[in-house]
């Protein structure tokens, strides 16, 4: 309780400091310094992001709205679609659990080799997706090890359904696990203590303290995933076998629809796609801004 | 036998949380069985061949210059992203404009846009028709069905590595070394180019490296605007499809295995920079904030 102290002495926090520091001329540049920079960024941000985005809806109904439902309802666009829509709904789901298995397990856990399970779970972002593609065909392909024995028995994963899940789960492997780790590890374990020290069980303490503590980590998770499980192309059209109406997902129906030089439809299909990028985009900047504190500290804004 | 001597704490989980077994058991088996195995599978198809195998696969004028290709194009595109990527990083950490919020969601936009998409829009966009195309096409640069399509399409895919990889440094350095240098008497381009850069460019460098490793294995963004011609705009991961629908699988995993085998050295390179520039930080942090006189004659 010292009345007498000098205020001016006191620690920046209490004085204007930020105000300050923003006019304060030495660490920032000159005024038209800043404003071509600033310019700069931006007219590339414009040619290299935005011109292409804007492309796409312009290719899309260059020929009309009716033209372009009619592409969207074709039965093979359809098919398409509703492919799309069957393999994300089996990977996400796959990815979210390993994502939170190897969490709970990094994050909450000494063990030995640790640096290296979350080195090889970042495996898959650095290989090319045709090579995601290609280790399943040599597994499971007509040539492939266990070819002969899969056609014994009447089964095929190559240029079918599972084949093009595989594919889409091993390039969506690392979102949701790489999102949680950092998340929970500076989250720490003192609520899952309080929680076991007052009588929960391994299941409530998860349920009850550690889920909802890492909800918004999760979902952020989740759309990164699940964005990049519906649009993947190269891994997919690998194992697909591009038949028509049976294997194509979106993406390779807008490759085949391009090839045959119908671009109209197949900027219609891509602008779904694009749609789905721009949802996606939009839900993750509301994440970032409203929940950021519950995110890990990379995603913060 | 020595596991039963050693102390019980070696090894084992310090915590008392419950379930460690079953999520590490889970999380690798999965592991394994999804990544691993198959992984495995690609070098043992690769290493049927012999090295002589190997290397005349290696050998071969189509995939010598398709590799040569993926990894000249993914470097260029990451030191223009290196460049760009670092104006765009400073201008959105350091100024503030109009429009901000909006064209920062719009960074991470080649993360959300399929490739697919991306390559059929920046194939319109720079045909001798498209937007830019009609352009540049007249002053003699052809840049859709030329290595330097592949090279635009790779700086699109790659930018947000850069970018997400510098703001956080960035916005963490801190203020207090610039005004310290101004105060010393350095000029703004010195502080930049002497305080500030050194601080950043080890992330510069994982960004650098994160858009490279990327962009060699890119495939859905590249096909449509490189033109695929052999020897000239045909990338790596286009020769391992054309190889495999040949049916030559021995050929298709020796390609890959090339590609996999620079891409995991890069890998290791960029965790062990990592590692290196976080602990630098670490220790450049540990040292104590001295107490303040005022405030600690205050507190009690």
Same mark, same amino acid.
């Given at each position: 309780?010292?009345?007498?102290?000098?205020?001016?002495?006191?620690?920046?926090?209490?004085?204007?400091?930020?105000?300050?520091?923003?006019?304060?001329?030495?660490?920032?540049?000159?005024?038209?310094?800043? =404003?071509?920079?600033?310019?700069?960024?931006?007219?590339?941000?414009?040619?290299?992001?935005?011109?292409?985005?804007? %492309?796409?809806?312009?290719?899309?109904?260059?020929?009309?709205?009716?033209?372009?439902?009619?592409?969207?309802?074709?039965?093979?666009?359809?098919?398409?679609?509703?492919?799309?829509?069957?393999?994300?709904?089996?990977?996400?789901?796959?990815?979210?659990?390993?994502?939170?298995?190897?969490?709970?397990?990094? *994050?909450?856990?000494?063990?030995?080799?640790?640096?290296?399970?979350?080195?090889?779970?970042?495996?898959?972002?650095? #290989?090319?997706?045709?090579?995601? %593609?290609?280790?399943?065909?040599?597994?499971?392909?007509?040539?492939?090890?266990?070819?002969?024995?899969?056609?014994?028995?009447?089964?095929?994963?190559?240029?079918? !359904? $599972?084949?093009?899940? @595989?594919?889409?789960?091993?390039? /969506?492997?690392?979102?949701?696990?790489?999102?949680?780790?950092?998340?929970?590890?500076?989250?720490?374990?003192?609520?899952?203590?309080?929680?076991?020290?007052?009588?929960?069980?391994?299941?409530?303490?998860?349920?009850?303290?550690?889920?909802?503590?890492?909800? =918004? %980590?999760?979902?952020?998770?989740?759309?990164?995933?699940?964005?990049? *499980?519906?649009?993947?192309?190269?891994?997919?059209?690998?194992?697909?076998?591009?038949?028509?109406?049976?294997?194509?997902?979106?993406?390779?129906?807008?490759?085949?629809?391009?090839?045959?030089?119908?671009?109209?439809?197949?900027?219609?299909?891509?602008?779904?796609?694009?749609?789905? *990028?721009?949802?996606?985009?939009? @839900?993750?900047?509301?994440?970032?801004?409203?929940?950021?504190?519950?995110?890990?500290?990379?995603?913060?804004? | 036998?020595?596991?039963?001597?050693?102390?019980?704490?070696?090894?084992?989980?310090?915590?008392?949380?419950?379930?460690?077994?079953?999520?590490?058991?889970?999380?690798?088996?999965? &592991?394994?069985?999804?990544?691993?195995?198959?992984?495995?599978?690609?070098?043992?198809?690769?290493?049927?061949?012999?090295?002589?195998?190997?290397?005349?696969?290696?050998?071969?004028?189509? #995939?010598?210059?398709?590799?040569?290709?993926?990894?000249?194009?993914?470097?260029?595109?990451?030191?223009?992203?290196?460049?760009?990527?670092? &104006?765009?990083?400073?201008?959105?950490?350091?100024?503030?404009?109009?429009?901000?919020?909006?064209?920062?969601?719009?960074?991470?936009?080649?993360?959300?846009?399929?490739?697919?998409?991306?390559?059929?829009?920046?194939?319109?966009?720079?045909?001798?028709?498209? =937007?830019?195309?009609?352009?540049?096409?007249?002053?003699?640069?052809?840049?859709?069905? /030329?290595?330097?399509?592949?090279?635009?399409?790779?700086?699109?895919?790659?930018?947000?590595?850069?970018?997400?990889?510098?703001?956080?440094?960035?916005?963490?350095? +801190?203020?207090?070394?610039?005004?310290?240098?101004?105060?010393?008497?350095?000029?703004?381009?010195?502080? !930049?180019?002497?305080?500030?850069? $050194?601080?950043?460019?080890?992330?510069? !460098?994982?960004?650098?490296?994160?858009?490279? *490793?990327?962009?060699?294995? +890119?495939? %859905?963004?590249?096909?449509?605007?490189?033109?695929?011609?052999?020897?000239?705009?045909?990338?790596?991961?286009? @020769?391992?499809?054309?190889?495999?629908?040949? &049916?030559?699988?021995?050929?298709?995993?020796?390609?890959?295995?090339?590609?996999?085998?620079?891409?995991?050295?890069?890998?290791?390179?960029?965790?062990?920079?990592?590692? =290196?520039?976080?602990?630098?930080?670490?220790?450049?942090?540990?040292?104590?904030?001295?107490?303040?006189?005022?405030?600690?004659?205050?507190?009690?």
């Amino acid at each position: 309780m010292n009345q007498a102290t000098d205020h001016s002495l006191l620690d920046p926090p209490q004085l204007p400091f930020e105000p300050l520091l923003q006019r304060n001329a030495v660490v920032t540049e000159q005024p038209w310094v800043r =404003w071509l920079l600033t310019a700069a960024a931006l007219v590339f941000l414009g040619f290299f992001l935005l011109l292409p985005l804007v %492309g796409v809806f312009t290719e899309a109904l260059r020929h009309g709205l009716g033209v372009y439902w009619q592409a969207l309802t074709d039965s093979d666009a359809l098919d398409a679609v509703r492919l799309t829509l069957l393999v994300a709904a089996i990977a996400v789901p796959l990815n979210l659990v390993f994502g939170v298995a190897a969490a709970w397990a990094i *994050a909450k856990f000494e063990f030995r080799g640790k640096t290296l399970l979350t080195t090889l779970i970042d495996l898959p972002f650095s #290989v090319s997706p045709v090579v995601a %593609g290609l280790i399943y065909v040599l597994l499971f392909g007509a040539q492939g090890w266990f070819g002969p024995w899969l056609i014994a028995h009447d089964l095929q994963i190559i240029f079918a !359904v $599972p084949g093009i899940v @595989l594919a889409t789960v091993f390039v /969506t492997f690392p979102f949701i696990a790489r999102e949680l780790i950092p998340l929970m590890q500076e989250q720490g374990n003192d609520d899952e203590m309080a929680a076991l020290s007052l009588g929960a069980n391994g299941w409530q303490c998860f349920r009850y303290v550690t889920l909802p503590n890492i909800k =918004w %980590g999760l979902l952020y998770g989740v759309l990164l995933c699940n964005a990049r *499980a519906m649009g993947e192309f190269g891994a997919v059209s690998v194992v697909s076998g591009h038949i028509r109406g049976e294997t194509n997902t979106m993406p390779l129906h807008v490759e085949i629809l391009y090839n045959e030089y119908n671009f109209a439809a197949a900027f219609a299909v891509a602008s779904l796609l694009a749609g789905l *990028a721009l949802v996606t985009l939009v @839900l993750k900047s509301i994440l970032e801004a409203r929940h950021g504190g519950e995110l890990s500290t990379s995603r913060r804004h | 036998m020595r596991s039963v001597v050693a102390p019980p704490a070696a090894g084992r989980p310090r915590s008392a949380l419950p379930g460690f077994g079953l999520s590490l058991g889970f999380a690798i088996t999965y &592991l394994s069985l999804i990544v691993l195995i198959p992984l495995a599978g690609v070098f043992t198809k690769a290493a049927g061949l012999g090295w002589d195998g190997l290397w005349q696969v290696l050998g071969e004028p189509r #995939v010598l210059s398709a590799l040569k290709l993926s990894f000249g194009t993914a470097f260029v595109a990451a030191c223009v992203n290196a460049v760009f990527g670092t &104006l765009v990083a400073w201008v959105f950490v350091r100024y503030e404009f109009p429009g901000k919020r909006l064209f920062d969601a719009t960074i991470d936009l080649p993360f959300a846009l399929p490739t697919a998409v991306a390559g059929i829009a920046l194939t319109a966009l720079y045909a001798g028709n498209g =937007w830019i195309g009609q352009w540049l096409e007249p002053a003699g640069i052809k840049i859709a069905f /030329t290595p330097l399509g592949i090279v635009v399409a790779l700086t699109f895919v790659g930018l947000p590595f850069v970018v997400r990889t510098l703001e956080p440094v960035l916005r963490d350095a +801190e203020k207090e070394l610039e005004e310290a240098a101004a105060s010393l008497g350095a000029t703004r381009w010195q502080t !930049v180019t002497r305080v500030i850069l $050194p601080a950043v460019l080890p992330a510069l !460098v994982t960004g650098f490296a994160l858009a490279f *490793a990327r962009g060699v294995g +890119e495939y %859905g963004s590249v096909i449509f605007i490189a033109g695929n011609l052999p020897q000239v705009s045909e990338i790596a991961p286009l @020769l391992i499809i054309i190889k495999l629908e040949e &049916l030559n699988y021995g050929g298709a995993a020796a390609v890959a295995v090339a590609m996999l085998v620079i891409s995991f050295t890069l890998l290791l390179a960029i965790n062990t920079l990592q590692a =290196w520039s976080n602990r630098h930080r670490q220790r450049s942090r540990a040292a104590p904030a001295l107490p303040h006189p005022v405030l600690q004659g205050e507190g009690s």
